[in-house]
């Protein structure tokens, strides 16, 4: 059994800068939009958790990699 935290990741930035990675993520579908934080030199994933109808709602954090089509995208975008 995993401790809490244990495979979790975090948000590496704040709620603003967030926001900003956020409208202009990336992604195949709504429900996981992606981005690279050039600040901290990750990608982020942004996971769709939508409350309800009039609140559209994503949760943050940073990742250690990206699928691979979505990785592509970025690295041609930051030229990392």
């Given at each position: 059994?995993a401790?809490?935290?244990?495979?979790?990741?975090?948000?590496?930035?704040s709620?603003e800068?967030?926001?900003?990675?956020l409208?202009?993520?990336?992604?195949?579908s709504?429900?996981?939009?992606?981005?690279?934080?050039?600040?901290?030199?990750?990608?982020?994933?942004?996971?769709?958790?939508n409350?309800n109808?009039?609140?559209i709602?994503?949760?943050?954090y940073?990742?250690?990699d990206?699928?691979?089509?979505?990785k592509?995208?970025l690295?041609?975008k930051?030229?990392?």
């Amino acid at each position: 059994m995993a401790l809490w935290g244990e495979d979790a990741n975090i948000l590496e930035c704040s709620d603003e800068e967030a926001q900003v990675l956020l409208n202009t993520a990336i992604g195949d579908s709504v429900k996981t939009l992606y981005n690279y934080d050039e600040n901290n030199k990750k990608y982020i994933e942004f996971k769709y958790e939508n409350v309800n109808e009039y609140n559209i709602t994503y949760h943050g954090y940073h990742v250690g990699d990206v699928p691979p089509p979505i990785k592509k995208r970025l690295e041609e975008k930051f030229n990392i």
